[in-house]
């Protein structure tokens, strides 16, 4: 690696490009199946309505590629889109982003002081950890599993130590990586910490409108909308490439995040702001995301029988209720890096180890892999497990 002839800030010394970087540049083979990243299917982006929405809003709006403040037509939407999810809400206390990646890096800068206190769970997205690099916070790990998620007990024992974070940060449904929905009573107790010890909750939310059962819990927010700040998007539901997000979040603190967002990037995009408002305004997205959520239940389930299939006795995991990934448990002898290492150079399969998302350095998960089902079409889904099973078998 070429050295710099001039001082970078202290915290790129400790940086290292994420596993999910290295894996997107992976992606330009075309012969290799992922089971990577949490892409969803380009096959069911609206493309067609986009394409009308597009012509419809350059013929009669040019100011659509102007510089503008939040479209409040477009909040509007988001007011009523939250409502599906068990939520009264109101235009001002929603706050648009460049995707749900700049709401969690923008609540972070207005939380999170340098060498701040930070608790997480073991198991963390790792976009959010790289976000928290250049803070050098102090961290407070506690366990989280693939049966019940973060062990409640090991966050009030660091909460009655005297820890006080800046906030906790969490995925409640189709956790990632876990891929687990958090418990009623979980979500209630998070909450009752969070008021009594008087530390903020990030609550990253990009996969509960993809729910695939009928047993659906509300967002933390629907608990408390003072100590909760809420992070949705149009990425899984829409398409990643419009990178447009929100958060919902008190209103008095709309002034302070808007000059960090204008410190970013000024605004989020006006044209997409407006193709997504002209969206909802005339194409019929309920029936767009009643159509993704059957054709995701129908990869989640082939993903499933492949799993039945091939690793029947061998492997643990659950069938997940939200989101794009199910958690595959090995056993403890296994190892899930040397068996990628294996399966990319041999049979062109691509997953993510499970401890590559520890916030630790520790191996824990190290038997564990995460697999995304959207990305890939049933055929594909069964090929790319038997091949996963084979490599195993070669490797072991």
């Known amino acids: 690696m070429q050295q710099s002839k001039f001082k970078l800030a202290d915290w790129t010394a400790r940086n290292k490009s994420s596993v999910m970087e290295r894996m997107l540049t992976a992606l330009s083979d075309p012969d ?29 709006n040019k100011r659509s590629l102007q510089y503008q403040p939040p479209l409040k037509s477009l909040k509007s939407h988001i007011v009523n889109l939250m409502k599906t999810r068990g939520l009264e809400t109101s235009e001002e206390n929603i706050f648009l982003t460049t995707g749900a990646q700049q709401g969690a890096n923008l609540l972070v800068h207005l939380l999170l002081d340098f060498n701040g206190d930070v608790i997480l769970e073991e198991k963390t997205y790792t976009g959010f950890q790289q976000v928290l690099k250049p803070f050098a916070p102090r961290i407070f790990v506690i366990p989280s599993s693939s049966k019940d998620g973060f ?51 990030i609550e990253d939310d990009p996969y509960g409108f ?14 408390d909308s003072e100590f909760v700040f809420y992070v949705g998007t149009f990425s899984k539901i829409l398409a990643p490439g419009l990178r447009t997000g929100w958060m919902i979040i008190p209103e008095y603190l709309t002034a302070q995040l808007g000059s960090l967002k204008e410190a970013s990037d000024i605004n989020t995009g006006t044209l997409n702001q407006h193709l997504i408002n002209e969206y909802f305004d005339s194409e019929n997205f309920d029936l767009h995301l009643a159509k993704l959520k059957e054709e995701y239940k129908k990869r989640r389930n082939s993903l499933n029988d492949a799993l039945n299939q091939n690793f029947i006795n061998r492997a643990q995991w659950q069938n997940p209720s939200n989101g794009l990934f199910t958690w ?3 056993p403890p002898e296994f190892d899930t890096e040397k068996i990628l290492e294996h399966s990319l150079k041999t049979r062109k399969v691509a997953f993510i180890p499970g401890h590559l998302f520890n916030v630790s350095d520790s191996r824990i998960g190290s038997n564990c892999l995460r697999l995304n089902f959207t990305n890939n079409c049933p055929d594909t889904i069964f090929e790319g497990i038997h091949k996963i099973a084979k490599v195993i078998e070669e490797v072991v």
Do not use: M, W
């Not at 966050?155 to 958090?182: A, M, Q, W």
């Not at 993809?210 to 608990?223: G, H, M, R, T, V």
């Open 210 to 223: 993809l729910s695939y059962d009928e047993n659906q819990f509300p967002p933390l927010i629907a608990f």
């Open 328 to 330: 595959l448990e090995l």
């Open 32 to 60: 290799l199946i992922s089971f990577a990243l949490g892409l969803p299917a380009s096959d069911f982006f609206p493309s067609e309505e986009f394409a009308r929405c597009f012509s419809r809003i350059l013929l009669k």
């Open 151 to 201: 062990d409640i007990d090991a966050l009030v024992k660091i909460l009655e130590s005297g820890v006080r974070p800046s906030f906790f940060y969490t995925v409640c449904d189709g956790h990632n990586p876990l891929s687990l929905n958090l418990s009623i009573a979980k979500r209630q107790k998070l909450v009752e910490l969070a008021r009594t010890f008087k530390f903020p909750i």
